[in-house]
Nanobody, 123 residues
Framework: QVQLVESGGGLVQAGGSLRLSCAAS????????MGWFRQAPGQEREFVAG????????YYADSVKGRFTISRDNVKNTVYLQMNSLKPEDTALYYC????????????????WGQGTQVTVSS
C-alpha cells in the first residue's frame, strides 16, 4: 500500500513562505499523479496543485497560481509545495494525495492520502 506523510506545516505571517513535503513509500510512482489539497474548517476539501511523476506537468488552482509551486524529486519519492506570499485565506489543513494516471482536481479521484499538515497564516 502507498503511504504518504506530510510535513512542513506551521505558523507564518502573511507575506511569508513555507515549504510542505510529502514523502511517499510502498510503490513505484512513475505512473502516478500527485496532488495537494486543503481543507479549512466548515469547508470542502479543495484542490491546490498537482503534478505528474513522469514528465512533471503541473496544475494549479487559480487561487494559488503564481504564488505556489509544486515539484517532485523522483529519487527521494518526495513531492513539495513551495508556498510564497501567503495570505490568511491560505490557512487550512493541507493534504498530500496520490492516484494512478493523470492529475485530476477532485478529491474523490485519489486513492491514497496523508494525514495532513496544518498551515496557519496570521495577519
Amino acid at each position: 500500500q502507498v503511504q504518504l506523510v506530510e510535513s512542513g506545516g506551521g505558523l507564518v505571517q502573511a507575506g511569508g513562505s513555507l515549504r510542505l513535503s510529502c514523502a511517499a513509500s510502498g510503490r513505484t510512482f512513475s505512473s502516478y499523479a500527485m496532488g495537494w489539497f486543503r481543507q479549512a474548517p466548515g469547508q470542502e476539501r479543495e484542490f491546490v496543485a498537482g503534478i505528474r511523476w513522469s514528465g512533471g506537468a503541473t496544475y494549479y488552482a487559480d487561487s494559488v497560481k503564481g504564488r505556489f509551486t509544486i515539484s517532485r524529486d523522483n529519487v527521494k519519492n518526495t513531492v513539495y509545495l513551495q508556498m510564497n506570499s501567503l495570505k490568511p485565506e491560505d490557512t487550512a489543513l493541507y493534504y498530500c494525495a496520490a492516484k494512478r494516471g493523470i492529475v485530476t482536481m477532485t478529491p474523490g479521484g485519489y486513492d491514497y492520502w496523508g494525514q495532513g499538515t496544518q498551515v496557519t497564516v496570521s495577519s
